[in-house]
């Protein structure tokens, strides 16, 4: 058990370190209270953990194999919980074009 939990754990910092720019989208479009919001794409901690902030001072976190998350504040909208791959497949991942 101890052994298989080691080498989860190597898993996820592996997948940590790659996490790049590229991998996440630069404004993820959510909507809480009839109000539509975007986050942009701020940075991306150590971990692998991207920090989306809105232009209203809203912040939420994600990472590749996560769920969307609200940083303070309180309820959620349509984003919270949904993993990236739920984000990009209800169109409300937008990614920047080379």
Do not use: W
């Not at 939990?5 to 009839?34: I, Y």
């Amino acid at each position: 058990m101890a052994l298989s939990q080691f080498a989860a754990a190597d898993a996820l910092h592996a997948q940590a370190e790659d996490a790049s720019f590229t991998d996440f989208p630069f404004l993820v479009h959510c909507e809480a209270a009839g109000v539509d919001h975007a986050f942009y794409l701020s940075k991306i901690d150590p971990d692998g953990v991207a920090v989306y902030i809105s232009p209203d001072r809203l912040a939420g976190t994600l990472t590749i194999t996560g769920k969307a998350q609200l940083i303070g504040g309180e309820g959620s909208g349509n984003c919270a919980g949904k993993t990236l791959e739920q984000l990009r497949s209800t169109g409300q991942a937008y990614y920047l074009q080379r």
